[in-house]
């Protein structure tokens, strides 16, 4: 009888000891809390396949259209942390395309973006919060005509995706925004030409 005992005890303390050893349960990770380890991507901006247009109203009848053809800069990309995003963009003032050489140069002298002097449009972020789904508000520093103002603006998330060898992985955004020239200093020609300048920026990046 004794010796049935014994040889039970003995069974039963292998038992737990086997349960124990090969248990997938790890007893010291129960309390563990798995965190978000998705990596911040950054890209930079390819200016072959950004856009950046401007609209400002003529003569209060009609909207008159110009874009900037080159734009450079960087963003970084984190949807499941938006805190982590941030934008630097950079446009060159001496890119400003509006269909009229004449009117090109006007618009690089003094009398508007005086591009010799302040040879790029800036915005760089400091903060950027989900607002919807792929909506982003992006709060930051705008730079023009030597002057630097707080904007905010609402960015939608276009889309993301590996494009091949040629293209490599990409991201973009867009954003409709409108300024007050005149808050930075731009004050040639009001009345003739309106004062509000909506800005329109299609945003595509090759990650790095």
Partial sequence: MKIRVVLMSLLAVATVAGLTAFSPVDPQATNTQVTNTQATETYKVDPVHTTAIFRIKHLGVTYFYGRFNETTGSFTLNTENPSEMSFDVQIKTQSVDTNSARRNNHLKSPDFFNAKEFPTISFKSKSVQSSGENMYTVSGDMTLHGVTKPI??????????????????????????????????????????????TIMVGLEGARQ
Avoid: C, H, W
């Avoid at 960015?155 to 930075?184: L, N």
């Fill in 152 to 197: 905010t603006v609402q960015m939608e998330f276009v889309g993301q995706g590996d494009k091949g060898p040629r293209f490599g992985y990409r991201a973009g955004f867009d954003v409709t925004f409108t300024i007050k020239r005149s808050d930075f200093g731009m004050n040639y020609m009001q009345g003739m030409l309106g004062d509000e300048v």
